[in-house]
Nanobody, 128 residues
Framework: QVQLVESGGGLVQAGGSLRLSCAAT????????MGWFRQAPGKECEFVAAHSWRGDFRYYAEYADFVKGRFTISRDNAKNTVYLQMNSLKPEDTAVYYC??????????????????WGQGTQVTVSS
């Protein structure tokens, strides 16, 4: 059974930074694709970033247009943890952020329906 536990959310002023963490159980974390999604009140779940395995410990990072240049996804395989560094936060970034795991090659990184395990979410609130 895989478990994903997010942490690092909170309240921050516009322009500030937060780093979200997602700790995963399981022995083969390194060769799975990991993603971050978010959902704001009254809105659909949307793709934020993905870190996809390309073999031989190579990974490909991709981002939603609205976070490019501000957010960075990374992972530490020794800690079974994926991170989302969020800089220059805006009030519109306010949402519950979820991490998720996707089996490599299944569907697309940007589609939440292609992920098979999800964390419980962590609230990010950006004040203006």
């Amino acid at each position: 059974q895989v478990q994903l536990v997010e942490s690092g959310g909170g309240l921050v002023q516009a322009g500030g930074s937060l780093r979200l963490s997602c700790a995963a159980t399981g022995r083969t974390f390194s060769n799975y694709d990991m993603g971050w999604f978010r959902q704001a009140p009254g809105k659909e779940c949307e793709f934020v970033a993905a870190h996809s395995w390309r073999g031989d410990f190579r990974y490909y990072a991709e981002y939603a247009d609205f976070v490019k240049g501000r957010f960075t996804i990374s992972r530490d395989n020794a800690k079974n943890t994926v991170y989302l560094q969020m800089n220059s936060l805006k009030p519109e970034d306010t949402a519950v952020y979820y991490c998720a795991r996707r089996t490599t090659g299944r569907g697309t990184a940007r589609s939440y329906s292609d992920y098979d395990y999800w964390g419980q979410g962590t609230q990010v609130t950006v004040s203006s």
